[in-house]
């Protein structure tokens, strides 16, 4: 059952904050400032209301909180930058002074990751690789901060295998970090589940996580109620895929995966709290 085992990193961040991978599951909870998220749109439309399920994600086990201003599904309407910034910015000033936690930026543009981090966060989430503004590199660089390099298809002419495309896109994203100076301690991958992938893919992808661990890099995923899991579990609406999604994590855990990603963090830290105990027993067992 056990398909890799995750090896402890040490993943460094912006500020001077290091945060551990590997020993155990860790939950990354998604606070969208967004009228059209498609799945949470709308809930944090003011700082009190973003503090208060921010406050709430890290009472149920998220040890960081990842902030959007713009909505990743396929259809929705781009913003502006200025816009996108009006959104994140006081919402990560008011984490930074009132909970002191760890803050990603969920950003591909390198002026709301520039401003982002100077309000206070970790770590830049750009679900575009480095591909669209390569300067978010540099950033990094110079301040240090964590980065997520994520997958994403949306600009190949034809999708080859699901492992290939991986090795294609990220090894060129790695490249842009490695030229910028961001060092190997500060990068977190992510295989992009639900961008530019159909449902077979997906699932495939999760089938074969493991043969990502030739990156020799930590991985973060995000599978949270992600179109794929609601058609493979018949559930129309977002908030009714958490168990399909907990099931994801559970299996892309005993895969290796480092960070996970999620909307409900109560659930998905009990489901992965059993996979942790799977590997801990499984490791004992190695080892006699």
Request: charged share 20%.
């Amino acid at each position: 059952m056990i398909k890799s085992f995750p090896i402890k990193r040490e993943w460094q961040l912006a500020h001077g904050r290091v945060l551990e991978t590997g020993s155990q599951a860790l939950i990354m909870a998604i606070l969208n400032i967004t009228p059209d998220s498609f799945s949470d749109g709308g809930n944090n439309q003011t700082i009190d209301a973003a503090l208060q399920s921010a406050r709430a994600m890290l009472e149920a086990g998220a040890v960081i909180i990842d902030v959007g201003g713009e909505s990743t599904r396929p259809d929705a309407e781009p913003v502006s930058a200025q816009q996108e910034q009006e959104r994140v910015l006081p919402v990560i000033e008011a984490l930074t002074r009132e909970l002191g936690c760890l803050i990603s930026v969920d950003t591909y543009r390198a002026q709301t990751a520039t401003l982002a981090v100077a309000a206070g966060a970790h770590i830049v989430n750009d679900v575009w690789g480095l591909q669209k503004e390569p300067d978010i590199a540099g950033l990094a660089a110079e301040t240090g901060a964590g980065l997520v390099i994520m997958h994403t298809g949306r600009d190949r002419d034809v999708a080859a295998d699901v492992i290939e495309d991986q090795h294609v896109f990220l090894q060129r994203s790695l490249e842009i970090a490695a030229t910028a100076g961001v060092k190997p301690q500060q990068i977190m991958l992510d295989p992009g589940f639900g961008f530019a992938k159909d449902i077979q893919q997906n699932v495939e992808l999760m089938a074969r996580f493991a043969e990502l661990h030739s990156f020799g890099l930590p991985w973060l995923v995000g599978t949270s109620r992600k179109r794929f899991t609601g058609a493979v579990s018949a559930r129309d609406i977002a908030a009714e895929r958490d168990a399909a999604t907990a099931a994801t994590s559970v299996m892309l855990r005993l895969g290796g995966a480092d960070i996970f990603r999620v909307h409900n963090v109560a659930l998905n830290r009990d489901a992965l709290l059993m996979a942790d105990a799977v590997l801990n027993a499984a490791a004992v067992h190695e080892k006699a």
